[in-house]
């Protein structure tokens, strides 16, 4: 599964303009199962399990990651652009990006340190600042190669370093993996796969998936912030990586259900996957949007504990892979016939 969260990592698809990474996945299912793309963009899988199930359940995991939009040309050739989805400003100074789907290489600029003087020097330049040089030398150069509302993402590899795996779009490319490799391999009970767009811009692409398929249970499958760095200790390391799946029993847009949260634990004796939660309450997924739908969701999220959250270079845990995969596998079965 290494290789197709690489893979998936390597795809431009911020919120929007995820129809790059929908193909891919496209292109990986098995002739066998039935998948159709609502409106919103959302590609919805259905696969027939050995065993029906007594409760419809629906497993997601969005394919869209923040990213940035092309807003401006300059007369100089430069590209100012606004955010899609939440980067902080000092994620995005001096890195390399891909513009529009011609993939043109940019680096976003900033005036150099060399140059500021007094309080400025010490000063996080303003987001309203920056700009991507893609090596233009003026306006008529760009405007046959770029338009106003082309996508921008952050141009990273892949690699596996130590137990660790580096790139970008992790968040939520790893949670996609775990899913089409689930796909890919078969399924117990009959299940549905959400593969959703938006969740970067609100968790818009959720509330569709869950209106169309009406599920009884449903399984986020995500990644979430870890701390566990240097200089950080106790509670607020947050998770760790290679501690396993993060099943948290609240995070900054959903209370979980209490007996789903101790079926968790309960599971996770029992099937052997490690299982952490988080110290911290923060953050939010499609879990807000699907738990709220339909007359509601019996909902839980899985998570990859990941450090440096919407950057060039998430991190995850090699070993939290084969956890997270039969976490969510034990999981879901639950539901199945809960």
């Given at each position: 599964?290494l290789?197709?969260?690489?893979?998936?990592?390597?795809?431009?698809?911020?919120?929007?303009?995820?129809?790059?990474?929908?193909?891919?996945?496209?292109?990986?299912?098995?002739?066998?199962?039935?998948?159709?793309?609502?409106?919103?963009?959302?590609?919805?899988?259905?696969?027939?399990?050995?065993?029906?199930?007594?409760?419809?359940?629906?497993?997601?995991?969005?394919?869209?990651?923040?990213?940035?939009?092309?807003?401006?040309?300059?007369?100089?050739?430069?590209?100012?652009?606004?955010?899609?989805?939440?980067?902080?400003?000092?994620?995005?100074?001096?890195?390399?990006?891909?513009?529009g789907?011609?993939?043109?290489?940019?680096?976003?600029?900033?005036?150099?340190?060399?140059?500021?003087?007094?309080?400025d020097?010490?000063k996080?330049?303003?987001?309203?600042?920056?700009?991507?040089?893609?090596?233009?030398?003026?306006?008529?150069?760009?405007?046959?190669?770029?338009?106003?509302?082309?996508?921008?993402?952050?141009?990273?590899?892949?690699?596996?370093?130590?137990?660790m795996?580096?790139?970008?779009?992790?968040?939520?490319?790893?949670?996609?993996?775990?899913?089409?490799?689930?796909?890919?391999?078969?399924?117990?009970?009959?299940?549905?796969?959400?593969?959703?767009?938006?969740?970067?811009?609100?968790?818009r692409?959720?509330?569709?998936?869950?209106?169309?398929?009406?599920?009884?249970?449903?399984v986020?499958?995500?990644?979430?912030?870890?701390?566990?760095?240097?200089?950080v200790?106790?509670?607020?390391?947050?998770?760790?990586?290679?501690?396993?799946?993060?099943?948290?029993?609240?995070?900054?847009?959903?209370?979980?259900?209490?007996?789903?949260?101790?079926?968790?634990?309960?599971?996770?004796?029992?099937?052997?996957?490690?299982?952490?939660?988080?110290?911290?309450?923060?953050?939010?997924?499609?879990?807000?949007?699907?738990?709220?739908?339909?007359?509601?969701?019996?909902?839980?999220?899985?998570?990859?504990?990941?450090?440096?959250?919407?950057?060039?270079?998430?991190?995850?845990?090699?070993?939290?892979?084969?956890?997270?995969?039969?976490?969510?596998?034990?999981?879901?079965?639950?539901?199945?016939?809960?």
């Amino acid at each position: 599964m290494l290789e197709m969260i690489k893979e998936l990592s390597l795809i431009g698809g911020p919120s929007g303009r995820e129809e790059n990474v929908r193909n891919y996945i496209i292109s990986k299912l098995p002739s066998s199962v039935e998948y159709s793309v609502d409106a919103m963009g959302n590609l919805l899988v259905f696969v027939n399990g050995k065993k029906p199930a007594k409760n419809k359940v629906m497993l997601a995991a969005h394919m869209d990651e923040v990213g940035m939009i092309v807003t401006y040309i300059t007369d100089d050739g430069l590209l100012k652009f606004s955010n899609v989805g939440g980067i902080e400003t000092a994620a995005l100074l001096g890195k390399r990006v891909k513009v529009g789907e011609s993939e043109i290489s940019g680096v976003i600029g900033v005036v150099p340190i060399h140059l500021r003087r007094g309080d400025d020097e010490l000063k996080m330049p303003e987001k309203d600042a920056l700009y991507i040089d893609v090596g233009a030398d003026k306006k008529e150069q760009l405007e046959s190669l770029v338009s106003l509302g082309d996508k921008i993402v952050f141009d990273s590899d892949c690699v596996e370093f130590g137990s660790m795996l580096k790139g970008k779009a992790l968040d939520d490319r790893a949670g996609c993996a775990v899913m089409l490799d689930m796909i890919i391999g078969g399924v117990e009970y009959d299940t549905w796969f959400a593969f959703t767009v938006q969740e970067e811009v609100g968790c818009r692409g959720a509330f569709a998936a869950a209106y169309n398929i009406k599920p009884d249970y449903a399984v986020v499958i995500e990644t979430t912030t870890a701390a566990d760095i240097s200089g950080v200790s106790g509670e607020k390391q947050v998770c760790k990586l290679g501690e396993g799946a993060v099943i948290p029993f609240m995070d900054g847009a959903s209370v979980y259900n209490l007996d789903l949260y101790k079926l968790a634990g309960r599971l996770a004796e029992e099937k052997g996957f490690k299982m952490q939660t988080k110290t911290v309450i923060a953050g939010g997924n499609d879990a807000r949007a699907i738990s709220n739908s339909t007359g509601g969701v019996k909902t839980l999220t899985v998570s990859f504990a990941t450090r440096y959250l919407h950057s060039a270079s998430c991190v995850i845990s090699k070993d939290d892979v084969s956890q997270m995969s039969l976490a969510v596998k034990s999981i879901s079965e639950e539901f199945a016939n809960a």
